[in-house]
Structures are given as C-alpha cells and as structure tokens.
C-alpha cells in the first residue's frame, strides 16, 4: 500500500530553488535546532549554522574602554556575545561562496533558533505575483521603529537581486575554464569587507547583528528595508497564527505546539473542503434560466 500523502507538508513545501533558510544557532542549545528541524525542516530546506563551525576563531573584537557603542546596554556584554554578532553575516557569506550564481535562490530566509515559522504563510508571502519571484531587490521583515534595519529573530528575507549584491562579480581569466561570474579560492566578495569589519566604524564593537545587516545591504545593494509588522513577529506577544514568524520561543513544546496549530489552521481554513450537501453538480444560472423560460412558454 501507499504511504498516506500528508497534504499539509505537501501543499505548504517550498523547493530549495525558491527558498533556502539559514537558522542561526547555539551549540548550547542542540533541542531547539532539532525541534526547527522536525517541523520547519519538513517543508523547506533548512541549515543551522553555530559560532562552532562558523566563527571559531572569533577573539579580540572589543575593548569597551575605547569603544563607542549605539546601545549602552550593550557595554557589560561579554566578548562570547560580540563574536555572535558576526555569525548571520558569516552564515550568508558561507552560503554565497559555495553557490554558483546560477544556483543562487529565489529567496533566502534567515532566522534564529528561537523562531517558529508558519510555512503555509511563508508560501503564500514568497510566491506573491508582486515579489518578482526573486529578481526584484527585498530585504523584508520586522523592522526597528525608524526603519533603519530588520529585526533578525523575527526573520530576514532576502531577494536573489539582493544576494547577487552581495556576492558580487570578479573577473578571471576565461582561459583556465572559470565563469566570469564564479568566485573561486579567496577572492574577496562585498560582503566579506562587512564580515571583516571593513566597512564598520570600530569593528563589531558599535552594532548589533541586525544594524551590520542592515548597514551592509543599504552599502551594496543600496535598498531600504521593507517593514511588515503584519506578517513578522519579532517579539513574543506579537505572535499570532495569520503571521509568518514568531520569535522568542525558546523551547521545543512551544515549537510543536505552534506547528501544530499552523497545521489545524491549514486544514480549516487553507485547504477547500468538499460539499456535503449534494454530489449532483449544480447547473449553470443560464441553463437554469433556459430550462424556466421553456416551461413559461408551452404553458
């Protein structure tokens, strides 16, 4: 017999070619990346990247004492927390390295460990008629009260136009068989000069991983965030099921439970339910008026 087809995972599934999102982790953590994975990573293809296997090597950023920060309440942070601070940028630029531009997404989602997603929603936001399918630059999510970046928990989505920015050209030798368009070995992309601090008055010590993201994406690829507080949620108590994100849920019930809901939500109201009433296919109104006009006229 055939396995029972799970219409919700089928129907609400984006292919690696429109969507891949990146997830932003703790080694301190394992539960929650599992949890991302047994729900969101049912429908969409999913990476998690950790200050392990990204940022290793990450020592010596910060000396408080000469620093200018934009938050004071970012002075007492330890240096483990700055080094953190790298890690989306780094993830990205991992990614773009290793994906020929051809092979480049649609769409690129980034979001922390703590985030929940609601595929269907996801699904629906991406494939939108008005987004271009990629080949319009966006940079979309819940962004800070002056519109200044996108709040990276609540989700970052970025356009194919806006990773190509960021990955940019370099020019080989055609002879050696390399594109044109192809990064090989350590050639220096955009975005690498923001990962390297090149770009960020007082290195990583002035900005929290949202306002370098934000910063490096107005830099090469000169757009503005695209705010949508009805569709992300960066805190918990802006979390509702017609959202697309919801943040600061920091444990693998909450995870299940949201994906549970988003699941009954898909079935009552997303996927069209049959009519009960009556198998008989109802008849056209000008059939039905054909009929009555030729009862009125033998009669």
């Known amino acids: 017999e055939e396995p029972e ?118 699904k629906k936001f991406l494939l939108d008629e008005e987004q271009g399918m990629g080949r319009y630059k966006l940079y979309a999510g819940a962004p800070d009260y002056k519109n200044r970046f996108i709040h990276g928990g609540g989700g970052v989505v970025l356009s194919r136009a806006v990773l190509r920015a960021l990955r940019g050209t370099h020019r080989v030798n055609p002879r050696r068989g390399v594109a044109k368009n192809e990064i090989r070995g350590n050639v220096t992309m955009p975005i690498d000069l923001c990962v390297d601090n090149q770009h960020i008055s007082n290195g990583w010590c002035s900005y929290h991983s949202d306002w370098a993201e934000g910063k490096c994406i107005e830099w090469h690829a000169a757009i503005q965030p695209t705010g949508r507080h009805d569709l992300f949620a960066q805190f918990d108590e802006g979390c509702q099921l017609n959202k697309i994100t919801c943040h600061q849920q920091k444990t693998p019930e909450l995870h299940d439970a949201w994906y549970t809901l988003y699941r009954q939500r898909y079935w009552s109201q997303i996927r069209p339910r049959p009519n009960r009433r009556s198998t008989k296919p109802r008849l056209r109104p000008c059939v039905n008026w054909y009929r009555q006009h030729r009862r009125t006229s033998r009669g």
């Open 5 to 122: 087809v799970d219409h919700f995972v089928a129907d609400c599934s984006i292919n690696s070619t429109v969507l891949r999102v990146l997830s932003i982790g703790d080694s301190k953590n394992p539960e929650l990346m599992e949890a991302q994975r047994r729900t969101l990573g049912e429908h969409v293809a999913l990476r998690h990247f950790t200050a392990d296997n990204v940022t290793p090597n990450c020592t010596g950023l910060c000396d408080p004492m000469q620093t200018h920060v934009a938050c004071e309440a970012w002075l007492d942070q330890p240096e483990g927390w700055w080094c953190a601070q790298k890690l989306p940028l780094a993830a990205l630029a991992m990614v773009l390295r290793a994906t020929p531009t051809i092979r480049l997404p649609y769409f690129i989602l980034i979001i922390d460990d703590d985030t929940v997603v609601n595929p269907c929603m996801l």
